[in-house]
């Protein structure tokens, strides 16, 4: 059992995500970076659905009452364990006790800690990850408790330390979405020749862009939407939608992130620059 002595600012359990319930309008959810998350799984040869903790901005201080294997991977938040500096991208072996604290953010936005054989928590529709209309978990208070196994052998491994790109990227590839022919030369202009601002509005749900586009004042009827969808409203605001966004909407969805850039656009936090490049 893992026991949270003191809450982070925004700590949840997600895994790979929830498929299949799109049409009843529960969005995917699971880890917004996907690349990091699946990096703690694979350090410590963890099945890919293993659920992990999204650690946001500023981390926990967690407790483990049973002898077990971490990983960290994602945003450099200072982390330190019974007060020694550990490191990202590494297994760390864990005895009944030991404290894991985290400090200062240094690079990104979201950490994921990773425990031989996953967190245990609800599943619902297929999925540890949190989504509050659906599941009883919430994000990770103080006083809360979390199960792990720790039966589950491991034996570790050499392991190659990897660096984090996604840090370090600003550029955002993007595809062509279903209204990307409403755009017309001042819009590409804007698009793909200027910097854009991450606004302080962004969070699972969403990311929105502080710096304006042309409008338009083309209506469409409510239509699907993924993660990653960019959508235009009609005063030139963009809006990119992320694993909790809804699945559909009203707004003419005129580009597509790739799946790297959904990680990418994931650790980067307000007043972080961006730019787009069309394939």
């Known amino acids: ?30 880890a917004m970076d996907a690349i990091s998350f699946q990096k703690v799984n694979d ?9 992990a903790l999204e650690i946001t901005m500023t981390g926990p201080t967690l407790e483990f009452e049973k002898d077990t294997h971490i990983s960290l991977s994602g945003a450099e938040l200072s982390a330190t364990l019974n007060n020694t500096p550990i490191a990202n991208n590494e297994v760390h072996k864990i005895k009944k006790g030991d404290v894991l604290s985290y400090g200062k953010l240094e690079k990104g936005l979201r950490a994921y800690l990773g425990i031989k054989g ?12 949190l989504y509050t209309p659906i599941t009883r978990s919430k994000c990770l208070k103080k006083d809360t408790e979390v199960l792990y196994d720790a039966n589950t052998k491991f034996t570790p491994k050499q392991q190659e330390l990897s660096s984090d790109a996604v840090f370090n990227e600003t550029v955002i590839t993007v595809y062509k979405g279903p209204e990307f022919g409403l755009l017309d030369n001042i819009h590409f202009e804007k698009l793909f020749f200027y910097d854009f601002s991450i606004a302080k509005e ?9 710096e304006l586009i042309a409008g338009h ?3 469409m009827l409510t239509s699907a939407t993924l993660p990653g969808t960019v959508q235009l ?11 909790d966004g809804q699945t559909t909407g009203g707004y003419p969805r005129i580009l597509q992130l790739s799946e790297k850039s959904i990680c990418v656009l994931a650790q980067k936090k307000f007043g972080d620059k961006i730019t787009f490049k069309l394939v």
């Open 1 to 30: 059992m893992l026991k949270v002595l003191k809450s982070g600012f925004f700590t949840t359990i997600q895994d790979d995500g929830r498929f299949g319930y799109r049409d009843k309008g529960v969005p995917v959810s699971g």
């Open 43 to 51: 350090m410590l040869s963890n099945n890919i659905h293993d659920a």
């Open 118 to 129: 996953g967190f245990i928590a609800e599943n619902k529709l297929g999925s540890s990850s």
């Open 202 to 210: 962004n969070d699972r749900m969403a990311y929105q862009l502080e």
């Open 217 to 219: 004042s083309d209506s």
């Open 233 to 243: 409203t009609p005063s030139g605001k963009l809006i990119i939608l992320m694993k």
